[in-house]
């Protein structure tokens, strides 16, 4: 059939408007995509620190990254003009150059930040930047932040400033601390396993810490430095200042006594450990050493805390010189430790009714032959031991415990009372992790109750019987249903028994 020229003028009219409509809808799906749908390539860049901050990024060229140089440099979207005018005023700036050319930005840049060895250069383009007024990024160290492709300057309150390139994949830098940061730890034996965030100690046993600090990665453009340590415990640590030494520890295991250059002062429980010029003791730093302060202490059994509710603590911090063109200070934040102690109590009453017994006498020896003494510390002499009486309550207390073996041992008992043969023998273990307490007897004639892990403390129950009837073979009052040592228990009475009655005999006649 043969089409009429207005056919086809039809057909030309629906084919224009099925265009006109898929033109519209694209220009509408394109009005729907969002704004960075057009924006430049991004990569991302994580600052790798060991802790976790603030940063700040400013963009000082856009461009193509291409391996190590940034192609088509370019001032678009980077910084205000007022910064690039800025970079003509450094003293690094050479007057050949013109800072309005980002291809000479870009080659002076290159150039002199290989060469910025104590990061003064960057420090500052950093304040240059930030007197701009230019656009920023806010960035946290250890986490990826999309950045577009250039040349990126990085700084914070806690870092050298540092420029890193930035393309369409992931980039990972390294921050160089511009402050000195400290850790504290603290031992049970001496650090040869480490120092820890806690420890379990009783009386007398000695208590090792470490306060480590770092230096500054631009320590070389100091004159003199300051490096002041505060170390300030809880009533219930005695620092021994004569243990007092500061080293520097090589990242080899080598070190270096520095402790002559610095003054040491203990008041107050405060330790201060301080040197107005640390270069003069230790002129050159690699980055990879630390300053550790190193003492010994041990608690006050009348003063610690007892029970992880109430632990011994200690805090460390460092005072430190923080600009080298002034005399300002810095001070790096607290960190500390925890010592936990735990007490027993220990509870006397009569085995036949659990009423208590006043006025038992015992001595306590440890798991190393040690006593306990009336100050609470330890002696290897037997003469030394502290005599605990039971009160009206029938109870005696024993604090600052440590974690191990103790024998609780009767030397008198009650009147009425026979005194138990041998010791009772408790073992306490704690696990920090868990914040649990364990105490356990395997004496027949004790018994542990009122386990509080939180308070540190657990009675020992220990049963006397009345004179003339049964009061246990080796100190252990025989179980129910131990018919063997029950029986032994029964003959061993009724051997006593005649020689009593022998003795009262022969007492007679004599008077």
Same mark, same amino acid.
């Given at each position: 059939?043969?089409k009429?020229m207005?056919?086809?003028r039809?057909?030309?009219?629906m084919? @224009?408007?099925?265009?006109l409509?898929?033109?519209?809808? @694209?220009?509408?799906v394109v ?5 960075d749908?057009f924006a430049?390539?991004?990569g991302?860049?994580t ?7 603030a940063?700040t990024?400013y963009?000082? =060229?856009?461009g193509t990254?291409s391996?190590?140089?940034?192609? !088509?440099?370019?001032?678009k979207?980077?910084? &205000? ?8 005023g ?6 050949a150059?013109?800072s ?6 870009? &080659?002076?840049l ?9 990061y003064?250069? /960057?420090q500052h383009?950093?304040? @240059?930047?930030q007197?701009?007024?230019s656009?920023?990024?806010a960035?946290?160290?250890n986490e990826?932040?999309?950045l577009?492709e *250039?040349y990126w300057?990085?700084? !914070? ?5 540092f420029?890193v390139?930035?393309?369409t994949?992931s980039?990972?830098?390294h ?7 400290s850790?504290?730890?603290?031992s049970?034996d001496? +650090?040869s396993?480490?120092y820890?965030?806690? /420890?379990v100690?009783?009386a007398g046993t000695?208590l090792s810490f470490?306060?480590? +600090? ?7 453009s100091?004159?003199?430095y ?5 170390d300030?415990a809880?009533d219930g640590?005695?620092?021994d ?8 520890? =090589?990242?080899g ?7 002559d250059?610095? /003054?040491?002062?203990y008041a ?18 690699t980055?990879? &050493? ?7 202490a ?5 003063k ?12 460390a911090k ?14 790096t934040?607290?960190?500390r430790t ?5 007490g ?11 009423a208590?017994?006043?006025?038992a006498?015992f001595?306590?020896r440890?798991?190393?032959g ?5 100050? *609470?510390?330890w002696?290897h002499e037997?003469?030394d031991?502290a005599?605990?009486k ?6 005696l207390?024993v !604090?600052?415990?440590?974690?191990g073996?103790?024998?609780v041992?009767?030397?008198k008992a009650?009147k009425g ?5 041998g010791?009772v023998?408790?073992d306490?273990?704690?696990?920090q992790?868990? !914040?649990a ?7 027949? /004639? ?6 509080d892990? &939180?308070?540190?403390?657990a009675t ?5 019987s ?6 246990g073979?080796g100190g252990?009052?025989?179980q ?5 040592l029950g029986?032994t228990?029964?003959?061993a009475l009724?051997a006593a ?5 022998h003795?009262s ?7």
């Amino acid at each position: 059939m043969t089409k009429t020229m207005a056919d086809c003028r039809r057909s030309i009219f629906m084919h @224009l408007c099925c265009c006109l409509i898929v033109s519209l809808g @694209l220009a509408l799906v394109v009005l729907a995509l969002p704004a960075d749908a057009f924006a430049e390539p991004v990569g991302t860049l994580t600052v790798s620190s060991n802790y976790d901050h603030a940063l700040t990024a400013y963009r000082l =060229l856009s461009g193509t990254a291409s391996g190590d140089t940034l192609s !088509g440099p370019s001032f678009k979207g980077a910084m &205000e003009s007022s910064f690039y005018d800025g970079l003509a005023g450094l003293r690094h700036w050479s007057a050949a150059d013109d800072s309005r050319d980002p291809v000479a930005v870009r &080659e002076w840049l290159s150039a002199s930040i290989d060469e910025d060895s104590d990061y003064s250069l /960057a420090q500052h383009i950093a304040a @240059l930047a930030q007197e701009s007024g230019s656009r920023s990024v806010a960035l946290r160290t250890n986490e990826p932040t999309a950045l577009a492709e *250039g040349y990126w300057l990085v700084t !914070g309150d806690e870092t050298l400033p540092f420029c890193v390139l930035v393309g369409t994949a992931s980039v990972t830098a390294h921050e160089k601390a511009s402050v000195p940061t400290s850790e504290k730890g603290v031992s049970t034996d001496g +650090g040869s396993a480490g120092y820890h965030e806690s /420890a379990v100690a009783g009386a007398g046993t000695r208590l090792s810490f470490r306060v480590r +600090g770092t230096l500054p990665a631009n320590y070389g453009s100091y004159g003199s430095y300051l490096y002041r340590f505060v170390d300030t415990a809880s009533d219930g640590i005695e620092v021994d200042a004569s243990s007092v030494r500061v080293v520097v520890s =090589l990242p080899g295991g080598s070190s270096k006594d520095i402790t002559d250059s610095f /003054a040491i002062d203990y008041a107050d429980h405060t330790l201060t450990v301080s040197t107005d010029d640390l270069k003069s003791a230790y002129p050159t730093a690699t980055g990879d &050493e630390h300053v550790d302060l190193l003492y010994e202490a041990t608690l006050d059994p009348a003063k610690a805390g007892l029970g992880y509710a109430h632990p011994n603590t200690n805090s460390a911090k460092i005072i430190y010189s923080n600009n080298p063109a002034t005399d300002g200070r810095g001070t790096t934040e607290p960190s500390r430790t925890k010592i936990f102690s735990f007490g027993l109590n220990v509870h006397k009453v009569d085995s036949s009714n659990q009423a208590p017994l006043r006025g038992a006498e015992f001595v306590v020896r440890d798991d190393k032959g040690r006593y306990l003494t009336d100050e *609470g510390v330890w002696s290897h002499e037997r003469a030394d031991a502290a005599v605990l009486k039971t009160g009206p309550d029938g109870c005696l207390s024993v !604090g600052c415990l440590g974690p191990g073996s103790y024998e609780v041992t009767e030397t008198k008992a009650p009147k009425g009372y026979s005194a138990l043969r041998g010791a009772v023998e408790v073992d306490l273990s704690a696990d920090q992790d868990e !914040g649990a307490l364990t105490v356990y007897t395997n004496s027949a /004639a004790a018994s542990v109750s009122e386990v509080d892990a &939180e308070k540190g403390t657990a009675t020992l129950t220990i049963e006397n019987s009345a004179s003339g009837t049964p009061i246990g073979f080796g100190g252990l009052l025989p179980q129910t249903g131990d018919a063997m040592l029950g029986a032994t228990a029964v003959l061993a009475l009724l051997a006593a028994s005649a020689i009593l009655l022998h003795l009262s005999g022969r007492l007679r006649r004599q008077h």
